[in-house]
């Protein structure tokens, strides 16, 4: 039986031959399972990726000491979601970071002062959302299995310098970059980590600079496809409020408040759920037992008056206030 292998497996094929690092041929192997026609005559080769797989991880494994091993480069997830920030080095990303979180980032007027992923908290009204300072990209690359710190985000933001005339050289190699790890696509694949660029924040940085608007311009108009990018300072405080609007509304998700029956809304600790997410949702979020023995809810909110009964199916809106009955 022929195999029939599609465009986008024979892709992500080209992009593990690729590949440089055991990171990058992870990723193209996931890709390249779940891409590959799902019939008896790739039966083989499904096989045969899901043996490099394994033996890949367990080399990763092996090569640090055992899966329980400290990786500096792996940032636990916290927070209502994880944004990486990805830019040329001097570009304002500590200086982002630290004026936007509790983090406590070193910021220097030379390169490579954050060798490793750096998270920071950033507050955001009843809610904290993480940001991750890293290592810098540069023409050569990026260090050390940085591109899996990448694909683990919720959100990116890349940030390209309005204060030099290479802002534009910059915003370029970036996409290029991300676009040839695979990590920037047109379309998702189901099961495989990757973003578009609607889930991406493009970010003007050192817009106090007099020739920031001038270089906004002539990015717009040397590069046709360019991503609408928002102009922020650190120093002036310019458009940060509006960055942390923006990175909750590109997170897509929503906060849902809890209510036990006959007593007064727990307002202090929102539960954090995706866009689209239903009453069901919510109740297998606080408990399995919740979703198995719910039998009614009740929302306040964005149903049509206080208090309204709904369905398992309802499908919650930020800031709702909902009573489960078990």
Not at 191 to 214: L, M, P, R, Y
Not at 226 to 255: A, C, M, Q, V, Y
Not at 292 to 320: C, H, I, M, T
Request: include cysteine; aromatic fraction near 6%; charge should be neutral.
């Amino acid at each position: 039986m022929p195999a029939n292998l599609t465009p986008e497996y024979l892709a992500a094929e080209e992009a593990y031959r690729n590949a440089k690092t055991v990171e990058e041929k992870i990723a193209a192997l996931e890709e390249m399972l779940a891409t590959i026609p799902k019939h008896k005559g790739t039966d083989k080769m499904q096989a045969d990726i899901k043996r490099r797989l394994s033996k890949l991880r367990k080399a990763g494994d092996n090569k640090k000491g055992g899966s329980r091993q400290y990786d500096p480069y792996l940032v636990e997830k916290q927070g209502a979601g994880q944004v990486v920030l990805v830019g040329f080095p001097n570009s304002g990303k500590s200086s982002l970071v630290k004026s936007l979180t509790n983090a406590k980032v070193k910021v220097a007027p030379y390169p490579f002062t954050t060798p490793l992923p750096q998270p920071g908290m950033m507050p955001y009204e009843d809610i904290l959302i993480q940001l991750i300072d890293t290592p810098p990209i540069t023409e050569e690359g990026i260090p050390g299995p940085f591109t899996t710190t990448i694909r683990n985000g919720d959100l990116l933001l890349l940030l390209t310098d309005l204060s030099t005339d290479e802002c534009i050289d910059q915003l370029q190699m970036i996409l290029k970059f991300l676009k040839e790890k695979r990590i920037l696509r047109k379309e998702l694949i189901e099961g495989v980590s990757a973003f578009t660029i609607d889930e991406c924040i493009v970010i003007g940085s050192k817009a106090d600079d007099e020739k920031s608007q001038e270089r906004l311009e002539i990015i717009k108009e040397l590069i046709p496809d360019s991503p609408d990018i928002l102009p922020i300072s650190t120093e002036t405080g310019l458009n940060l409020d509006k960055l942390k609007e923006l990175i909750f509304k590109k997170l897509k998700i929503i906060r849902i408040y809890s209510k036990v029956p006959g007593k007064n809304p727990d307002m202090d600790r929102p539960f954090i759920l995706k866009e689209g997410s239903t009453v069901l949702d919510f109740a297998r979020q606080i408990h399995k037992d919740f979703a198995e023995n719910l039998k009614n809810a009740r929302v306040w909110g964005s149903a049509r008056f206080d208090g309204q009964a709904v369905p398992q199916d309802y499908q919650l809106k930020d800031r709702d206030i909902v009573e489960l009955n078990t």
